[in-house]
Protein backbone atom coordinates (compact mmCIF):
# COMPACT_ATOMS: atom_id res chain seq x y z
CA UNK A 1 0.00 0.00 0.00
CA UNK A 2 3.12 2.18 0.12
CA UNK A 3 3.81 4.67 -2.01
CA UNK A 4 7.20 5.56 -3.47
CA UNK A 5 8.18 8.82 -6.00
CA UNK A 6 12.06 9.24 -7.08
CA UNK A 7 12.93 12.13 -9.10
CA UNK A 8 16.05 13.72 -11.12
CA UNK A 9 16.29 16.84 -13.28
CA UNK A 10 16.54 20.63 -13.40
CA UNK A 11 13.90 21.48 -10.99
CA UNK A 12 13.59 21.66 -7.66
CA UNK A 13 13.00 18.36 -6.59
CA UNK A 14 10.74 18.26 -2.94
CA UNK A 15 7.35 19.53 -5.02
CA UNK A 16 7.94 17.45 -7.14
CA UNK A 17 8.26 14.63 -4.89
CA UNK A 18 5.45 16.23 -2.69
CA UNK A 19 2.66 16.59 -5.41
CA UNK A 20 3.72 12.71 -6.46
CA UNK A 21 3.05 11.26 -3.27
CA UNK A 22 -0.41 13.36 -2.90
CA UNK A 23 -1.44 11.52 -5.74
CA UNK A 24 -0.89 8.27 -4.31
CA UNK A 25 -2.94 9.07 -0.97
CA UNK A 26 -5.58 6.97 -2.67
CA UNK A 27 -2.39 3.30 -1.35
CA UNK A 28 -3.11 4.39 2.25
CA UNK A 29 -0.49 5.55 4.43
CA UNK A 30 0.16 6.52 8.15
CA UNK A 31 3.51 8.84 7.71
CA UNK A 32 5.34 10.35 4.95
CA UNK A 33 9.05 11.46 4.09
CA UNK A 34 11.45 13.12 1.80
CA UNK A 35 15.76 12.64 1.11
CA UNK A 36 17.15 14.86 -0.89
CA UNK A 37 20.87 15.40 -1.97
CA UNK A 38 21.67 18.84 -1.02
CA UNK A 39 25.45 20.26 -0.79
CA UNK A 40 26.80 16.72 -1.12
CA UNK A 41 24.71 15.48 1.97
CA UNK A 42 21.05 13.68 2.42
CA UNK A 43 18.76 15.83 3.72
CA UNK A 44 15.71 13.85 5.52
CA UNK A 45 12.60 15.39 5.94
CA UNK A 46 10.00 12.84 7.82
CA UNK A 47 6.33 13.63 9.60
CA UNK A 48 4.11 11.04 11.15
CA UNK A 49 0.70 11.60 10.15
CA UNK A 50 -0.90 12.62 6.67
CA UNK A 51 0.96 14.71 3.88
CA UNK A 52 0.01 18.23 5.29
CA UNK A 53 2.42 17.45 8.40
CA UNK A 54 5.26 16.52 5.95
CA UNK A 55 4.26 19.85 3.98
CA UNK A 56 4.17 22.04 6.97
CA UNK A 57 7.83 20.35 8.11
CA UNK A 58 9.24 21.60 4.64
CA UNK A 59 8.08 24.99 5.47
CA UNK A 60 9.95 25.29 8.26
CA UNK A 61 12.96 23.47 7.25
CA UNK A 62 12.93 23.98 3.70
CA UNK A 63 15.22 21.65 1.69
CA UNK A 64 17.11 22.14 -1.93
CA UNK A 65 18.35 19.68 -4.60
CA UNK A 66 17.36 18.29 -7.64
CA UNK A 67 17.96 15.12 -7.13
CA UNK A 68 15.63 12.96 -4.55
CA UNK A 69 13.45 9.89 -3.08
CA UNK A 70 9.61 10.61 -1.18
CA UNK A 71 7.76 7.71 0.69
CA UNK A 72 4.37 7.11 2.23
CA UNK A 73 4.11 4.45 4.73
CA UNK A 74 1.78 2.05 6.12
CA UNK A 75 3.30 0.62 8.86
CA UNK A 76 3.84 -2.78 9.25
CA UNK A 77 7.22 -3.46 10.63
CA UNK A 78 7.02 -1.08 13.67
CA UNK A 79 4.74 1.65 14.58
CA UNK A 80 3.93 4.45 12.58
CA UNK A 81 7.07 6.95 14.40
CA UNK A 82 9.02 9.76 12.56
CA UNK A 83 12.05 7.05 13.25
CA UNK A 84 10.33 4.54 11.37
CA UNK A 85 9.06 6.42 8.54
CA UNK A 86 10.86 6.40 5.47
CA UNK A 87 13.68 7.14 3.71
CA UNK A 88 16.04 5.58 6.00
CA UNK A 89 19.42 6.72 5.76
CA UNK A 90 22.80 4.90 6.42
CA UNK A 91 26.38 6.72 5.51
CA UNK A 92 25.58 8.10 1.90
CA UNK A 93 22.66 5.98 1.14
CA UNK A 94 18.77 6.74 1.75
CA UNK A 95 16.57 4.19 0.86
CA UNK A 96 12.80 4.24 0.42
CA UNK A 97 11.24 0.29 0.26
CA UNK A 98 7.65 -1.08 -0.60
CA UNK A 99 6.71 -4.79 0.33
CA UNK A 100 8.43 -6.85 2.74
CA UNK A 101 11.65 -8.59 3.79
CA UNK A 102 11.13 -12.13 5.02
CA UNK A 103 14.28 -13.13 6.29
CA UNK A 104 15.42 -9.26 8.09
CA UNK A 105 15.84 -10.33 11.74
CA UNK A 106 18.11 -12.90 10.40
CA UNK A 107 20.21 -10.34 8.22
CA UNK A 108 19.82 -7.59 10.74
CA UNK A 109 21.63 -10.50 13.52
CA UNK A 110 24.60 -10.61 10.78
CA UNK A 111 24.85 -6.58 10.41
CA UNK A 112 24.79 -6.47 13.92
CA UNK A 113 27.50 -8.90 14.77
CA UNK A 114 29.77 -6.89 12.29
CA UNK A 115 29.17 -3.56 13.97
CA UNK A 116 25.93 -1.89 11.95
CA UNK A 117 23.96 0.21 14.09
CA UNK A 118 20.12 -0.03 13.53
CA UNK A 119 18.18 3.80 14.16
CA UNK A 120 14.11 1.66 13.56
CA UNK A 121 12.12 -0.89 13.80
CA UNK A 122 11.59 -1.76 10.42
CA UNK A 123 12.84 -4.25 8.01
CA UNK A 124 13.59 -1.51 5.59
CA UNK A 125 16.19 -0.47 7.39
CA UNK A 126 18.26 -3.53 6.63
CA UNK A 127 18.65 -2.58 2.96
CA UNK A 128 20.32 0.69 3.84
CA UNK A 129 22.72 -0.90 6.07
CA UNK A 130 23.49 -3.83 3.38
CA UNK A 131 23.82 -1.54 0.30
CA UNK A 132 26.25 0.90 2.45
CA UNK A 133 28.07 -1.93 3.69
CA UNK A 134 28.53 -3.19 -0.58
CA UNK A 135 29.76 0.71 -1.10
CA UNK A 136 32.51 0.61 1.44
CA UNK A 137 34.03 -2.74 -0.27
CA UNK A 138 34.07 -0.30 -3.51
CA UNK A 139 31.06 -1.56 -5.34
CA UNK A 140 29.47 0.99 -7.28
CA UNK A 141 25.91 1.67 -6.59
CA UNK A 142 24.01 -0.74 -9.08
CA UNK A 143 25.88 -3.33 -8.49
CA UNK A 144 25.70 -2.47 -4.23
CA UNK A 145 22.12 -2.38 -5.11
CA UNK A 146 22.37 -5.45 -6.98
CA UNK A 147 24.35 -8.05 -4.35
CA UNK A 148 21.91 -6.41 -1.35
CA UNK A 149 18.81 -7.30 -2.91
CA UNK A 150 20.31 -11.04 -3.73
CA UNK A 151 20.58 -11.50 0.13
CA UNK A 152 17.14 -10.59 0.42
CA UNK A 153 13.86 -12.85 0.32
CA UNK A 154 10.80 -11.30 0.06
CA UNK A 155 8.85 -8.67 -1.75
CA UNK A 156 10.35 -5.50 -2.50
CA UNK A 157 10.04 -2.29 -4.44
CA UNK A 158 12.92 0.17 -3.77
CA UNK A 159 14.57 3.70 -4.94
CA UNK A 160 17.76 4.39 -3.95
CA UNK A 161 20.01 7.87 -3.49
CA UNK A 162 23.36 8.00 -2.90
CA UNK A 163 24.69 11.48 -1.77
CA UNK A 164 28.49 10.39 -3.26
CA UNK A 165 26.73 10.23 -7.10
CA UNK A 166 24.16 12.93 -7.24
CA UNK A 167 23.47 12.45 -10.60
CA UNK A 168 21.56 8.98 -10.29
CA UNK A 169 18.52 7.37 -8.59
CA UNK A 170 18.69 3.58 -8.73
CA UNK A 171 15.98 1.09 -8.06
CA UNK A 172 14.84 -2.97 -8.33
CA UNK A 173 11.66 -4.69 -8.29
CA UNK A 174 10.51 -8.02 -6.85
CA UNK A 175 6.77 -8.57 -6.25
CA UNK A 176 5.62 -4.58 -5.79
CA UNK A 177 5.08 -2.44 -8.63
CA UNK A 178 7.33 -0.04 -9.48
CA UNK A 179 7.76 2.81 -13.24
CA UNK A 180 10.15 4.47 -14.83
CA UNK A 181 8.68 8.05 -15.84
CA UNK A 182 10.70 8.95 -18.90
CA UNK A 183 10.74 13.04 -19.03
CA UNK A 184 12.58 15.23 -21.24
CA UNK A 185 16.17 16.12 -19.35
CA UNK A 186 14.34 14.99 -16.40
CA UNK A 187 12.99 11.34 -15.29
CA UNK A 188 10.82 9.82 -12.43
CA UNK A 189 10.16 6.50 -10.51
CA UNK A 190 7.54 5.69 -8.50
CA UNK A 191 4.82 3.25 -7.48
CA UNK A 192 2.28 3.46 -10.39
CA UNK A 193 1.19 6.27 -12.87
CA UNK A 194 -0.60 8.89 -11.34
CA UNK A 195 2.80 9.99 -9.51
CA UNK A 196 4.35 10.95 -12.30
CA UNK A 197 1.31 11.59 -15.31
CA UNK A 198 1.28 15.10 -14.93
CA UNK A 199 5.28 15.07 -16.06
CA UNK A 200 5.33 12.41 -18.77
CA UNK A 201 2.96 9.99 -20.13
CA UNK A 202 5.87 7.71 -21.32
CA UNK A 203 6.90 5.15 -19.10
CA UNK A 204 8.98 1.82 -18.90
CA UNK A 205 6.87 -1.30 -16.59
CA UNK A 206 9.91 -2.91 -14.53
CA UNK A 207 9.79 -6.92 -14.20
CA UNK A 208 10.25 -8.68 -11.44
CA UNK A 209 14.19 -9.57 -10.91
CA UNK A 210 14.78 -5.84 -12.66
CA UNK A 211 17.28 -2.92 -11.25
CA UNK A 212 17.98 0.04 -13.18
CA UNK A 213 20.24 2.94 -13.13
CA UNK A 214 18.37 5.99 -13.77
CA UNK A 215 20.16 9.45 -14.84
CA UNK A 216 18.64 12.19 -16.01
CA UNK A 217 19.58 11.32 -19.96
CA UNK A 218 18.91 7.66 -19.56
CA UNK A 219 18.32 4.75 -17.89
CA UNK A 220 20.03 1.45 -17.84
CA UNK A 221 18.08 -1.86 -16.78
CA UNK A 222 19.53 -5.35 -15.67
CA UNK A 223 18.86 -8.50 -14.40
CA UNK A 224 19.57 -8.66 -10.53
CA UNK A 225 20.19 -12.88 -10.67
CA UNK A 226 23.41 -12.70 -13.34
CA UNK A 227 23.38 -8.86 -14.32
CA UNK A 228 23.18 -9.09 -17.62
CA UNK A 229 21.59 -5.69 -19.12
CA UNK A 230 18.02 -6.32 -20.81
CA UNK A 231 15.78 -3.81 -22.36
CA UNK A 232 11.95 -2.65 -21.67
CA UNK A 233 9.32 -1.18 -23.88
CA UNK A 234 8.64 2.41 -23.31
CA UNK A 235 4.54 2.50 -23.12
CA UNK A 236 2.64 6.02 -24.25
CA UNK A 237 -0.10 6.97 -21.84
CA UNK A 238 -2.55 7.99 -24.76
CA UNK A 239 -5.69 8.08 -22.19
CA UNK A 240 -6.98 10.42 -19.31
CA UNK A 241 -5.08 10.50 -15.76
CA UNK A 242 -7.89 8.12 -14.69
CA UNK A 243 -7.86 6.43 -17.85
CA UNK A 244 -3.76 5.75 -17.72
CA UNK A 245 -4.17 3.99 -14.45
CA UNK A 246 -5.51 1.11 -16.23
CA UNK A 247 -1.31 0.30 -16.65
CA UNK A 248 -1.89 -1.54 -20.27
CA UNK A 249 -5.26 -3.12 -19.31
CA UNK A 250 -8.27 -2.67 -21.62
CA UNK A 251 -10.38 -2.31 -18.58
CA UNK A 252 -9.84 -1.92 -14.89
CA UNK A 253 -11.65 -5.26 -13.63
CA UNK A 254 -9.08 -6.86 -15.85
CA UNK A 255 -6.50 -5.21 -14.16
CA UNK A 256 -8.03 -5.38 -10.69
CA UNK A 257 -8.21 -9.01 -11.17
CA UNK A 258 -4.22 -9.26 -12.14
CA UNK A 259 -3.34 -7.34 -8.94
CA UNK A 260 -5.21 -10.02 -6.61
CA UNK A 261 -1.65 -11.78 -5.74
CA UNK A 262 -0.36 -8.61 -4.70
CA UNK A 263 -3.31 -7.41 -2.49
CA UNK A 264 -4.00 -10.88 -1.18
CA UNK A 265 -0.30 -10.30 0.37
CA UNK A 266 -0.59 -6.87 1.61
CA UNK A 267 -3.80 -8.02 3.25
CA UNK A 268 -1.77 -10.30 5.53
CA UNK A 269 1.73 -9.09 5.41
CA UNK A 270 3.08 -7.54 8.72
CA UNK A 271 -0.21 -9.27 10.43
CA UNK A 272 0.38 -13.22 10.27
CA UNK A 273 3.39 -14.71 11.77
CA UNK A 274 4.04 -18.06 10.90
CA UNK A 275 6.76 -19.01 13.54
CA UNK A 276 4.62 -17.52 16.04
CA UNK A 277 1.37 -19.20 15.21
CA UNK A 278 -0.51 -15.93 15.25
CA UNK A 279 -2.35 -13.20 13.85
CA UNK A 280 -1.92 -9.48 14.93
CA UNK A 281 -4.08 -6.45 14.75
CA UNK A 282 -2.77 -3.59 16.36
CA UNK A 283 -5.76 -2.02 15.48
CA UNK A 284 -8.23 -3.89 17.05
CA UNK A 285 -9.07 -2.51 20.52
CA UNK A 286 -11.15 -5.24 21.49
CA UNK A 287 -10.26 -6.02 25.22
CA UNK A 288 -9.09 -10.18 26.37
CA UNK A 289 -12.70 -9.31 28.34
CA UNK A 290 -14.25 -8.45 24.93
CA UNK A 291 -13.51 -11.12 23.62
CA UNK A 292 -14.24 -13.69 26.42
CA UNK A 293 -17.62 -12.34 26.65
CA UNK A 294 -18.80 -12.98 23.05
CA UNK A 295 -21.19 -15.37 22.89
CA UNK A 296 -22.01 -14.64 18.95
CA UNK A 297 -21.00 -12.97 15.70
CA UNK A 298 -23.23 -11.70 13.07
CA UNK A 299 -21.97 -10.63 10.00
CA UNK A 300 -24.01 -7.75 8.16
CA UNK A 301 -23.31 -6.97 4.51
CA UNK A 302 -24.56 -6.60 0.99
CA UNK A 303 -24.00 -8.28 -2.23
CA UNK A 304 -20.35 -9.57 -2.95
CA UNK A 305 -19.40 -8.53 0.60
CA UNK A 306 -21.73 -10.64 1.99
CA UNK A 307 -20.66 -13.72 -0.25
CA UNK A 308 -17.45 -13.03 1.58
CA UNK A 309 -19.46 -13.14 5.15
CA UNK A 310 -20.52 -16.85 4.19
CA UNK A 311 -17.04 -17.54 3.09
CA UNK A 312 -15.98 -15.99 6.69
CA UNK A 313 -18.82 -17.96 8.44
CA UNK A 314 -17.14 -21.04 7.91
CA UNK A 315 -13.77 -19.81 9.18
CA UNK A 316 -15.31 -17.84 11.99
CA UNK A 317 -17.29 -21.27 13.30
CA UNK A 318 -14.41 -23.24 12.48
CA UNK A 319 -11.47 -20.71 14.69
CA UNK A 320 -13.58 -19.73 17.63
CA UNK A 321 -16.45 -22.35 17.94
CA UNK A 322 -18.82 -19.53 18.21
CA UNK A 323 -22.43 -19.65 16.31
CA UNK A 324 -22.42 -17.32 13.23
CA UNK A 325 -24.82 -15.30 11.31
CA UNK A 326 -24.41 -13.70 7.64
CA UNK A 327 -27.30 -11.25 7.40
CA UNK A 328 -27.91 -9.28 4.46
CA UNK A 329 -27.33 -5.63 6.08
CA UNK A 330 -30.68 -4.19 4.00
CA UNK A 331 -32.49 -6.69 6.16
CA UNK A 332 -31.04 -6.51 9.46
CA UNK A 333 -32.38 -3.32 10.27
CA UNK A 334 -35.69 -3.49 9.62
CA UNK A 335 -36.33 -6.64 11.84
CA UNK A 336 -35.93 -6.13 15.12
CA UNK A 337 -32.52 -8.30 15.30
CA UNK A 338 -32.14 -9.56 18.68
CA UNK A 339 -28.67 -8.52 19.79
CA UNK A 340 -27.05 -7.51 22.83
CA UNK A 341 -23.59 -6.86 24.67
CA UNK A 342 -22.28 -10.64 24.08
CA UNK A 343 -22.59 -10.01 20.51
CA UNK A 344 -20.37 -9.15 17.78
CA UNK A 345 -21.08 -7.61 14.83
CA UNK A 346 -18.88 -7.29 11.73
CA UNK A 347 -19.65 -4.98 8.91
CA UNK A 348 -18.11 -5.43 5.48
CA UNK A 349 -17.78 -3.04 2.99
CA UNK A 350 -15.47 -2.32 0.44
CA UNK A 351 -16.12 1.45 0.00
CA UNK A 352 -16.84 1.74 3.33
CA UNK A 353 -19.83 3.96 2.64
CA UNK A 354 -22.92 1.25 1.84
CA UNK A 355 -25.61 3.17 3.15
CA UNK A 356 -27.34 0.01 4.21
CA UNK A 357 -24.33 -1.68 5.74
CA UNK A 358 -23.42 1.93 7.84
CA UNK A 359 -27.09 1.71 9.29
CA UNK A 360 -26.80 -2.02 9.97
CA UNK A 361 -23.31 -1.34 12.24
CA UNK A 362 -25.10 2.01 13.74
CA UNK A 363 -28.11 -0.14 14.91
CA UNK A 364 -25.90 -2.81 16.21
CA UNK A 365 -23.99 0.15 18.60
CA UNK A 366 -27.48 1.91 19.79
CA UNK A 367 -28.40 -2.12 20.74
CA UNK A 368 -25.35 -2.44 22.86
CA UNK A 369 -23.21 -4.72 20.45
CA UNK A 370 -19.32 -5.03 20.51
CA UNK A 371 -19.12 -4.17 16.93
CA UNK A 372 -15.89 -4.34 13.89
CA UNK A 373 -15.81 -3.67 10.19
CA UNK A 374 -13.57 -5.04 7.57
CA UNK A 375 -13.36 -2.59 4.65
CA UNK A 376 -11.00 -0.97 1.73
CA UNK A 377 -11.24 2.88 2.30
CA UNK A 378 -8.92 4.18 5.43
CA UNK A 379 -11.38 6.86 7.20
CA UNK A 380 -14.92 5.77 5.65
CA UNK A 381 -17.85 6.37 7.26
CA UNK A 382 -18.03 2.65 8.49
CA UNK A 383 -14.82 2.60 9.63
CA UNK A 384 -15.40 5.56 11.67
CA UNK A 385 -19.15 3.99 12.82
CA UNK A 386 -17.33 0.95 14.19
CA UNK A 387 -15.65 0.25 17.13
CA UNK A 388 -12.73 -1.18 15.51
CA UNK A 389 -11.77 -1.83 12.21
CA UNK A 390 -9.70 -4.08 10.27
CA UNK A 391 -8.11 -2.80 6.63
CA UNK A 392 -7.63 -4.53 3.30
CA UNK A 393 -5.39 -3.19 1.19
CA UNK A 394 -6.89 -3.75 -2.14
CA UNK A 395 -6.21 -0.54 -3.09
CA UNK A 396 -8.45 1.54 -5.08
CA UNK A 397 -10.87 -0.77 -7.01
CA UNK A 398 -12.62 0.72 -9.75
CA UNK A 399 -14.52 -1.65 -11.98
CA UNK A 400 -18.19 -1.82 -10.43
CA UNK A 401 -17.45 -5.92 -10.14
CA UNK A 402 -15.60 -6.34 -7.41
CA UNK A 403 -12.75 -8.81 -7.35
CA UNK A 404 -9.70 -8.00 -5.49
CA UNK A 405 -11.78 -6.55 -2.63
CA UNK A 406 -13.60 -9.98 -2.43
CA UNK A 407 -10.46 -11.88 -2.07
CA UNK A 408 -8.91 -9.52 0.05
CA UNK A 409 -12.21 -9.49 2.80
CA UNK A 410 -12.13 -13.21 2.70
CA UNK A 411 -8.18 -13.06 3.63
CA UNK A 412 -9.18 -10.35 6.69
CA UNK A 413 -11.44 -12.83 7.79
CA UNK A 414 -9.07 -15.69 7.57
CA UNK A 415 -7.30 -13.74 9.71
CA UNK A 416 -9.86 -12.52 11.56
CA UNK A 417 -10.76 -16.30 12.42
CA UNK A 418 -7.32 -16.89 13.55
CA UNK A 419 -6.73 -14.19 15.90
CA UNK A 420 -10.28 -14.57 17.21
CA UNK A 421 -9.61 -18.51 17.85
CA UNK A 422 -6.17 -17.71 19.53
CA UNK A 423 -6.83 -15.53 22.08
CA UNK A 424 -10.28 -17.29 22.80
CA UNK A 425 -8.21 -20.53 23.05
CA UNK A 426 -10.06 -22.67 20.71
CA UNK A 427 -7.59 -22.89 18.31
CA UNK A 428 -3.99 -23.98 18.79
CA UNK A 429 -0.61 -22.81 18.12
CA UNK A 430 -0.08 -25.97 16.16
CA UNK A 431 -3.13 -25.44 14.07
CA UNK A 432 -2.65 -21.68 13.06
CA UNK A 433 0.56 -22.28 12.14
CA UNK A 434 -0.72 -24.92 9.97
CA UNK A 435 -3.61 -22.33 8.57
CA UNK A 436 -1.11 -19.45 8.08
CA UNK A 437 1.47 -21.37 6.70
CA UNK A 438 -1.77 -21.84 3.75
CA UNK A 439 -2.45 -18.27 3.62
CA UNK A 440 1.26 -17.72 2.54
CA UNK A 441 0.84 -19.67 0.10
CA UNK A 442 -2.46 -18.37 -1.67
CA UNK A 443 -0.69 -15.72 -3.13
CA UNK A 444 1.13 -17.89 -5.62
CA UNK A 445 -1.70 -20.08 -6.34
CA UNK A 446 -3.94 -16.94 -7.32
CA UNK A 447 -1.13 -16.02 -9.93
CA UNK A 448 -1.04 -19.79 -11.59
CA UNK A 449 -5.25 -19.50 -11.53
CA UNK A 450 -4.86 -15.86 -13.52
CA UNK A 451 -2.57 -17.64 -15.94
CA UNK A 452 -5.77 -19.50 -17.45
CA UNK A 453 -6.88 -16.09 -18.50
CA UNK A 454 -6.62 -16.92 -22.65
CA UNK A 455 -7.67 -20.35 -21.91
CA UNK A 456 -11.09 -18.98 -19.79
CA UNK A 457 -11.41 -16.68 -22.91
CA UNK A 458 -11.75 -19.45 -25.34
CA UNK A 459 -13.80 -20.75 -23.12
CA UNK A 460 -16.46 -18.21 -22.64
CA UNK A 461 -16.57 -17.33 -26.22
CA UNK A 462 -17.92 -20.67 -26.39
CA UNK A 463 -20.95 -19.94 -24.04
CA UNK A 464 -21.16 -16.04 -24.76
CA UNK A 465 -24.82 -16.47 -26.22
CA UNK A 466 -26.53 -18.66 -23.23
CA UNK A 467 -29.64 -17.03 -21.87
CA UNK A 468 -29.47 -18.45 -17.92
CA UNK A 469 -26.45 -20.29 -16.23
CA UNK A 470 -26.09 -22.22 -13.36
CA UNK A 471 -23.37 -22.21 -10.46
CA UNK A 472 -22.87 -24.98 -7.85
CA UNK A 473 -20.78 -25.56 -5.11
CA UNK A 474 -20.99 -27.01 -1.86
CA UNK A 475 -19.69 -25.71 1.76
CA UNK A 476 -16.69 -23.19 1.68
CA UNK A 477 -17.37 -22.95 -1.85
CA UNK A 478 -21.35 -22.59 -1.93
CA UNK A 479 -20.38 -18.73 -1.68
CA UNK A 480 -17.87 -18.53 -4.83
CA UNK A 481 -21.06 -20.34 -7.08
CA UNK A 482 -22.71 -17.13 -5.54
CA UNK A 483 -20.61 -14.64 -6.25
CA UNK A 484 -19.14 -16.50 -9.80
CA UNK A 485 -23.07 -16.43 -10.60
CA UNK A 486 -23.41 -12.77 -9.73
CA UNK A 487 -19.95 -11.49 -11.54
CA UNK A 488 -22.10 -13.19 -14.88
CA UNK A 489 -25.12 -10.94 -14.19
CA UNK A 490 -23.87 -7.85 -13.09
CA UNK A 491 -21.17 -7.45 -16.18
CA UNK A 492 -22.65 -9.49 -19.08
CA UNK A 493 -26.39 -9.18 -17.98
CA UNK A 494 -26.90 -12.62 -18.90
CA UNK A 495 -29.06 -14.83 -15.61
CA UNK A 496 -27.26 -16.91 -13.52
CA UNK A 497 -27.85 -18.48 -10.19
CA UNK A 498 -25.42 -19.68 -7.73
CA UNK A 499 -27.05 -22.42 -5.57
CA UNK A 500 -24.93 -25.20 -2.79
CA UNK A 501 -25.00 -27.75 -4.77
CA UNK A 502 -27.29 -30.33 -2.63
CA UNK A 503 -30.14 -28.24 -3.70
CA UNK A 504 -30.46 -29.05 -7.56
CA UNK A 505 -31.96 -31.98 -6.87
CA UNK A 506 -34.84 -29.71 -4.77
CA UNK A 507 -35.66 -27.80 -7.52
CA UNK A 508 -33.58 -26.01 -9.92
CA UNK A 509 -32.74 -29.08 -11.66
CA UNK A 510 -35.89 -28.61 -13.86
CA UNK A 511 -33.60 -26.13 -15.83
CA UNK A 512 -30.90 -28.33 -16.53
CA UNK A 513 -31.21 -28.93 -20.32
CA UNK A 514 -28.27 -28.73 -23.26
CA UNK A 515 -28.75 -25.08 -23.83
CA UNK A 516 -28.24 -23.67 -20.17
CA UNK A 517 -24.45 -24.39 -19.11
CA UNK A 518 -23.56 -25.43 -15.04
CA UNK A 519 -20.52 -24.26 -13.80
CA UNK A 520 -19.45 -26.30 -11.14
CA UNK A 521 -16.84 -25.27 -8.36
CA UNK A 522 -14.99 -29.07 -7.16
CA UNK A 523 -11.53 -28.40 -6.06
CA UNK A 524 -11.04 -31.67 -3.62
CA UNK A 525 -12.31 -31.36 0.06
CA UNK A 526 -14.62 -32.76 2.29
CA UNK A 527 -17.74 -32.58 -0.50
CA UNK A 528 -15.32 -33.37 -3.07
CA UNK A 529 -17.64 -37.17 -3.87
CA UNK A 530 -21.09 -35.48 -2.92
CA UNK A 531 -20.28 -32.96 -6.06
CA UNK A 532 -19.62 -35.27 -7.83
CA UNK A 533 -22.86 -37.25 -7.53
CA UNK A 534 -24.43 -33.56 -8.26
CA UNK A 535 -22.30 -33.32 -11.38
CA UNK A 536 -23.67 -36.63 -12.56
CA UNK A 537 -27.33 -35.65 -12.00
CA UNK A 538 -26.52 -32.63 -14.25
CA UNK A 539 -24.91 -34.88 -17.18
CA UNK A 540 -27.26 -37.12 -17.23
CA UNK A 541 -29.90 -34.36 -18.48
CA UNK A 542 -27.45 -33.71 -20.75
CA UNK A 543 -26.57 -30.35 -19.55
CA UNK A 544 -23.09 -28.71 -20.27
CA UNK A 545 -20.54 -28.79 -17.57
CA UNK A 546 -18.03 -26.11 -16.85
CA UNK A 547 -16.04 -27.42 -14.03
CA UNK A 548 -13.39 -25.98 -11.95
CA UNK A 549 -11.25 -28.44 -10.35
CA UNK A 550 -7.18 -28.95 -9.28
CA UNK A 551 -4.87 -29.74 -12.57
CA UNK A 552 -4.25 -33.07 -11.36
CA UNK A 553 -7.91 -34.33 -11.12
CA UNK A 554 -8.02 -36.65 -14.52
CA UNK A 555 -11.17 -37.70 -12.75
CA UNK A 556 -13.44 -34.85 -13.35
CA UNK A 557 -11.80 -33.77 -16.25
CA UNK A 558 -12.77 -36.51 -18.32
CA UNK A 559 -16.09 -36.41 -17.83
CA UNK A 560 -17.35 -32.84 -17.88
CA UNK A 561 -17.08 -30.33 -21.61
CA UNK A 562 -14.68 -28.10 -20.24
CA UNK A 563 -12.37 -27.49 -17.25
CA UNK A 564 -10.48 -24.89 -15.45
CA UNK A 565 -7.38 -25.98 -13.56
CA UNK A 566 -6.49 -24.89 -10.56
CA UNK A 567 -2.89 -25.42 -8.20
CA UNK A 568 -3.97 -28.17 -4.98
CA UNK A 569 -4.07 -25.62 -1.97
CA UNK A 570 -6.50 -26.67 1.58
CA UNK A 571 -9.89 -26.39 1.66
CA UNK A 572 -9.23 -22.80 3.57
CA UNK A 573 -7.63 -21.48 0.56
CA UNK A 574 -10.26 -22.88 -1.94
CA UNK A 575 -12.58 -20.11 -1.71
CA UNK A 576 -9.79 -17.38 -2.31
CA UNK A 577 -8.11 -19.43 -5.22
CA UNK A 578 -11.20 -20.85 -6.92
CA UNK A 579 -12.97 -17.61 -7.41
CA UNK A 580 -10.52 -16.34 -9.74
CA UNK A 581 -11.49 -17.90 -13.11
CA UNK A 582 -14.86 -17.09 -12.36
CA UNK A 583 -14.21 -13.60 -12.35
CA UNK A 584 -12.19 -14.53 -15.55
CA UNK A 585 -15.26 -16.00 -17.27
CA UNK A 586 -17.32 -13.33 -16.40
CA UNK A 587 -15.00 -10.58 -18.30
CA UNK A 588 -14.59 -12.58 -21.01
CA UNK A 589 -18.26 -13.20 -21.54
CA UNK A 590 -18.84 -9.53 -21.48
CA UNK A 591 -15.92 -8.10 -23.22
CA UNK A 592 -16.68 -10.86 -26.29
CA UNK A 593 -20.19 -9.31 -25.84
CA UNK A 594 -19.51 -5.82 -25.95
CA UNK A 595 -21.10 -4.59 -22.82
CA UNK A 596 -19.46 -1.60 -20.32
CA UNK A 597 -17.24 -3.90 -18.20
CA UNK A 598 -16.51 -1.46 -15.77
CA UNK A 599 -19.50 0.63 -15.62
CA UNK A 600 -22.43 -1.96 -16.21
CA UNK A 601 -25.74 -0.85 -16.41
CA UNK A 602 -28.15 0.71 -13.48
CA UNK A 603 -24.81 0.05 -11.09
CA UNK A 604 -23.05 2.36 -8.67
CA UNK A 605 -19.30 0.97 -7.27
CA UNK A 606 -20.83 2.38 -3.76
CA UNK A 607 -24.24 2.38 -2.97
CA UNK A 608 -24.51 5.22 -0.56
CA UNK A 609 -28.37 5.35 -0.70
CA UNK A 610 -31.19 2.71 0.63
Same mark, same amino acid.
Given at each position: ?????????P????????????R??????? =???????????I?LR?A????????????E?P?H???G?GHT???????P??M?A??HC??T?A??H??????????????R????V??S??D?????????EQ??????????VRQS???V???YA?????? =?R????????Q? =?P????L????N????DI?A?????????Y??D???????????????I??????E?????I??? @?VA?????F??FM???????????????R?????????V???????????L?A???I????????????L????YL????R??V??????????????????T?VI???QSG??A????A??????R????A???????????R?????V?T???????V???KA?????VAL?L????L???R???????????????A???S???????L?????D?????????S?????????HP????G???L????????E???AG???????????E??????V @???????E??????????A????????G?A?D????A???D?? @????????? @???VAV????L????????????V??????????T??
Amino acid at each position: MCGIIGYLGPEQAAPILVEGLRRLEYRGYD =SAGLALVEGGAIQLRRAVGKLRNLDKLLLEQPVHGSVGIGHTRWATHGRPTEMNAHPHCVGTVAVVHNGIIENHLELKAELRERGHVFASETDTEVYAHLIDEQLQKGLDLPEAVRQSAKQVRGSYAIAVVDS =SRPDRLVVAKQQ =SPLIIGLGEGENFAASDIPAVIAHTRNVVYLEDGDFAQIECDKVQIWRIDDGQAVERATTHIGWS @AVAAEKGGFKHFMLKEIHEQSRAITDTFRGRASVEQGDVFFEELRLSAEDLAAITRIVVVACGTSWHAGLVGKHYLEAATRLPVEVDLASEFRYRDPVIDGQTLVIAISQSGETADTLAAIVEAKARGAKTAAICNVIGSSIARASGDVVYTHAGPEIGVASTKAFTTQMVALYLLAVYLGRRRGKLSEDAARTLLTTLAQVPSAVEQAITLNWHVRDVARRYMDSQSALYLGRGLLHPIALEGALKLKEISYIHAEGYAAGEMKHGPIALVDEHTPTVIV @APRGPSYEKTLSNLQEILARRGHVIAVGQADDDELRAVVHDYL @ALPAVEPWA @APIVAVVPLQLFAYHIADLKGTDVDQPRNLAKSVTVE
